[in-house]
Each structure stands twice: as structure tokens, then as C-alpha cells.
């Protein structure tokens, strides 16, 4: 299943992937970006009524990611040369992967989809 930003209900259709588990393609051609993958993750929780102590996973995961985003961006951005940021590069990352990693597996259960990002192909979600 392909699921285009560009159409009228593309994130229905990702919530209803998601929900039955379906593999699924997404592709970004509306270049919507972060506030997009932030009102999908809403839903998701919304659709499978996390309770209070999930939503605080949900939270502490996606502040992971965006405090590794914010390593990695300040570490790139740094006049300093590279060799001397190897760390800041490598737990940044980290970061990013450990905190979307809870994410998903608070939002989808315990096995969470693979997830594949791909500039040409786009976003591939696929259940085992």
C-alpha cells in the first residue's frame, strides 16, 4: 500500500494501515515535513487510547529524538572541525534511533514495524 501526503486523507489512510497492520509506503511529494509526523502520532495515540503512563513514553521518546536532532544539527553547525565532534555525531544519532525506536513501540505494540527512509522511495512501514 502507497500512501501520497499529497492526497485529501492520506494520514486516515496511515492510521488505518497502522491499525490493521498493513505494510505501507509513504511518500512525502507535499513536502510536509515535522508538523505532519507530529499530527499522525496524535492520532495514533488517540486511536488506540494510550493511557497516561504510554503518553508519557510517547513523550519522553520524541523528546529523546529531538534532543539527539538538536545534538546533531548544533554539532554540524559548530565551527570546530570534525574529528573533533565524532561523539556528538555518533550520540546524536543514537539518540534519534533510541528515542523514535520507544516511540514506535509504545504506539504500535510490542513487535514495531521496520521502518525504512529513503529519499527516492520515500517511507516504507512494514509488519513482520
Given at each position: 500500500m502507497t500512501v501520497r501526503t499529497s492526497a485529501d486523507n492520506w494520514q486516515m489512510d496511515l492510521l488505518s494501515a497502522y491499525a490493521s497492520r498493513t505494510s505501507v509506503r509513504v511518500e512525502?511529494?507535499?513536502r510536509l515535513?515535522?508538523?505532519a509526523v507530529q499530527a499522525v502520532v496524535g492520532r495514533l495515540g488517540r486511536n488506540h487510547a494510550l493511557t497516561q503512563r504510554e503518553?508519557?513514553?510517547v513523550a519522553v521518546g520524541l523528546a529523546v529524538g529531538i534532543a539527539g536532532a538538536y545534538l546533531l544539527v548544533m554539532a554540524i553547525l559548530d565551527p570546530e572541525p570534525y574529528n573533533t565532534l565524532d561523539f556528538a555525531l555518533a550520540t546524536g544519532a543514537i539518540l534519534i534511533a533510541v528515542g523514535g525506536f520507544a516511540t514506535i513501540r509504545v504506539l504500535t505494540g510490542d513487535k514495531p514495524p521496520n521502518i525504512k527512509v529513503n529519499a527516492t522511495s520515500g517511507i516504507e512501514i512494514q509488519f513482520n
Open positions: 512525502d511529494d507535499a515535513g515535522a508538523a503518553w508519557i513514553a
